[in-house]
């Protein structure tokens, strides 16, 4: 056993370079700020004072910017967040946050179809994991130990050859909104609609269906105990996206929605433009097909705000 | 349990510590334990399908040992053995295939889909130890190898987890004595089998899960693509393969290297072959020979009846891969180039190296399009599209990332660089007699490599589907 302890003491001498390096490379990614930490910081500071929390996937990160709201807003989506990870969000912190009277939850195309923590889009769990300190389950894996294995070992080399200045939050606001200024427009295209409304239809599962549904469920259980309104939104979309959607798959959500909301009583409110009068969004107020600018979100967050007014009111 | 997963990290240590800590006596059972361990990580319930097999051998060699000199008895129990050992990957492997073609043929009605026979799942490393465990008894039979008394090292000899689930494909004479030797820690043995695993490792994380991204984007959905599309993605799954399987074979004799014991070597720059019979004698070696020693030369060689004899034995072994036209296919053409090789021998032999190289690199990659085609279908629609529209810009239809173009280059040129610079496939041999600052340099480099450019998704290995 001697021989053993010696060859394994040699053995890390002679590859200490490489841990070396390791070391310092993980020392430095976990210094790194990101979207997450970012967000989950702000919201820290923000969560006693939050009247409105806003939920969701990038429509509504991109979408909703609480500077513009009445009450005092912090937004909590992020790119390919599920009604899972929402509910699970929601239950962590809804305790800290005493002054919430509203939660206005993305619902897109996308909402009942899409499983993070088995999706393309899994590594990000492992962030929520580590900045939001949400338990999603998902066994030993070296990126809820590691930042290098986080972002990926590729990626860690690109920020370290780039001297850890790759700015990994831009456009993040400290109300949580992601602002993509206008003149950072990307193809609006009709073939870019399609092709992007076939990748969102090709990642759809009727396998996930039961866990958004589950999760929804809970989070409308949650809110009606705190007797705290739920507004569930859907952002505007360019017509060339939107008439690429299946159909089929978009009536049974509806359907789907309308059963849950029926065996609720508590405040849900559904805001969506096949049943209100939305404004005007042209092409200048998208930046993507499916993704509203500063200016869409400017107009689209007035609109929500005017409803919630409304129905305060009432 | 894969080579490339956590938890073979906190197995294998865990066994070599439990291994060298244990008195002598208790070491084989403990290796069997950790084999049996190993096995079930995959499917618990088909370690029984070992553990028949195992009996029946186990027991067979014995009665054909005590029959000498009683040739039809000793016929029998060879039968026997062959049956249960041939019979069980006839069930797992085949019956589906089987009974798909004799409806096909015969107008016969598929059985249905909730059916047993449509449901089977093949037994991880099945084909790998059923060929292994028949050579043991096909050896004692020709009384080229004593039968094995003692149960606890036959069972390893099947079971040996380096080699269990893909090989090599180890005969008794080589690997059964060793179970019976005392084996001792050494820090030779240690930093050898490490040389090899990280060797192993890099073929199989690096290069082939860097390149199967591309080639999988390509052939899962090749009606989607022309020309040079088809072309590269195929060229690449040549290099696939070989960095996947034989990735698992360095990683195979590492790991046994650093308990102790020595498996054969299984590839040898089989790309670098000037001639198609020289590439099978390169690739798959273990089980190559297992073919030759077992089905070729039985049937007659090359003394007589050569084209049936290489027909049938490559037909075999292309359905050993996998229940599939396109696995007999892929078998039968690689029959066809050895066939034709030896009547374009002298003609080969005068080509300058580079162009019979490529030449024969050519012949076996066009053969690899069947291997790793889904159907038949798919297989000859990129077949008959491989020269269609040929733009340069088909390529920027693949759906993969730059960066991910320019590492699965820049791997595969290192890789086949490093093997060409060193001229055969012992690197990590190579790597362990040099200075020891070159050693450490290639290791640091070599472990950087591996955590920067490697795939840490846990892809499985090609082979383990046989």
Redesign the interface.
């Known amino acids: 056993m001697a021989a053993l302890r010696k060859i394994i003491i040699r053995l890390l001498l002679v590859t200490s370079p490489c841990w070396v390096f390791c070391s310092y490379l993980e020392f430095k990614l976990n210094a790194l700020e990101n979207s997450y930490s970012y967000k989950m910081n702000q919201f820290i500071v923000n969560e006693k004072a939050t009247e409105l929390l806003v939920l969701g996937n990038s429509e509504m990160l991109k979408g909703l910017n609480p500077s513009y709201l009445s009450s005092r807003g912090f937004n909590m989506a992020h790119v390919s967040q599920t009604y899972s990870i929402d509910e699970k969000i929601l239950a962590m912190y809804l305790d800290s946050m005493p002054n919430l009277h509203t939660v206005i939850l993305g619902l897109s195309y996308l909402s009942f179809g899409e499983n993070l923590e088995t999706g393309e889009e899994a590594w990000r769990t492992a962030f929520y994991e580590k900045h939001y300190k949400l338990n999603l389950n998902q066994g030993f894996e070296l990126k809820n130990y590691a930042a290098i294995f986080r972002y990926t070992p590729y990626e860690s080399l690109k920020i370290f050859l780039s001297g850890f200045k790759t700015n990994l939050t831009k456009g993040f606001q400290p109300n949580g909104y992601l602002l993509v200024p206008a003149n950072e427009q990307g193809s609006l295209s009709d073939e870019n609609a399609m092709a992007r409304a076939t990748a969102h239809t090709a990642g759809l599962k009727e396998s996930n269906k039961q866990k958004s549904t589950e999760a929804l469920g809970q989070i409308i259980q949650m809110l009606a105990q705190k007797n705290i309104s739920l507004w569930l939104v859907t952002p505007p979309l360019m017509k060339n996206y939107k008439s690429n959607l299946n159909e089929k798959w978009l009536s049974e959500n509806q359907n789907l929605l309308d059963s849950m909301i029926k065996k609720n009583t508590s405040k849900i409110f559904v805001v969506s433009p096949e049943t209100m009068n939305y404004p005007v969004f042209a092409e200048s107020d998208f930046s993507d097909v499916n993704h509203l600018n500063e200016h869409g979100a400017q107009k689209f967050t007035h609109y929500i705000d005017s409803l919630i007014k409304i129905q305060v009111t009432q | 349990m894969l080579f490339n997963s956590?938890a073979f990290v906190i197995f294998f240590p865990v066994v070599?510590?439990g291994y060298?800590?244990l008195p002598s006596k208790y070491r084989n059972a403990f290796l069997l334990l950790s084999s049996c361990y190993f096995y079930m990580y995959f499917n618990p319930v088909y370690i029984l399908i070992l553990a028949y097999t195992i009996a029946v051998d186990f027991y067979a060699g014995i009665q054909i040992e005590k029959n000498i000199g009683h040739r039809s008895k000793q016929k029998k129990w060879l039968y026997a053995s062959l049956v249960a050992n041939l019979g069980a990957l006839a069930f797992f492997k085949y019956a589906a295939f089987i009974l798909a073609n004799f409806s096909l043929l015969f107008h016969w009605s598929m059985p249905p889909s909730n059916s047993i026979f449509a449901n089977i799942v093949l037994p991880i490393g099945l084909s790998f130890h059923t060929f292994q465990a028949i050579s043991y008894t096909v050896e004692v039979y020709r009384g080229k190898q004593k039968a094995e008394r003692n149960w606890l090292v036959y069972s390893l000899y099947v079971m040996f987890f380096p080699q269990l689930v893909a090989g090599p494909i180890e005969r008794p004479q080589k690997l059964l004595h060793q179970f019976k030797e005392h084996h001792v820690?050494?820090?030779d043995n240690?930093?050898l089998g490490?040389k090899w695993i990280l060797w192993g490792l890099f073929k199989k994380m690096v290069v082939a899960d860097n390149l199967s991204t591309i080639v999988d984007a390509v052939y899962q959905h090749p009606q989607n693509y022309q020309g040079y599309a088809l072309m590269i993605a195929t060229v690449l799954f040549a290099f696939q393969i070989y960095g996947d399987f034989s990735g698992y074979s360095d990683i195979a004799r590492g790991t046994a290297r650093v308990l102790g014991f020595d498996l054969m070597i299984n590839f040898n720059m089989p790309y670098f072959s000037k001639s198609f019979s020289e590439f099978w004698r390169r690739w798959h070696i273990s089980l190559s020979s297992w073919f030759k020693e077992y089905v070729y030369i039985p049937l007659g060689g090359n003394q007589k009846w050569f084209f049936r004899n290489v027909f049938i034995t490559f037909a075999l072994s292309g359905l050993w891969h996998g229940a599939n036209h396109t696995f007999l296919v892929w078998g039968i053409l690689n029959g066809l180039l050895v066939f034709a090789n030896r009547y374009m021998n002298p003609w080969f032999g005068k080509l300058p190296a580079v162009l019979a190289i490529l030449i024969t690199f050519i012949g076996i990659d066009f053969c690899w399009i069947f291997f790793r085609a889904a159907t038949m279908h798919d297989a000859l629609y990129i077949i008959g599209n491989l020269f269609s529209n040929l733009q340069l810009n088909s390529l920027l239809q693949i759906p993969i990332e730059r960066?991910l173009w320019l590492?699965s280059g820049a791997m595969l040129l290192l890789m086949l660089g490093i093997e060409w610079a060193v001229k055969n496939s012992n690197l990590p041999v190579q790597w362990h007699a040099s200075k020891p600052i070159h050693?450490?340099v290639f290791?640091?480099f070599l472990?950087?490599i591996i955590?920067?450019?490697?795939v840490?998704e846990h892809r499985t290995f090609i082979y383990f589907q046989f």
């Open positions: 956590i070599i510590a060298f800590l820690f050494t820090s240690f930093s490490m960066h590492i050693r450490i290791l640091n472990l950087f955590l920067f450019f490697g840490f």
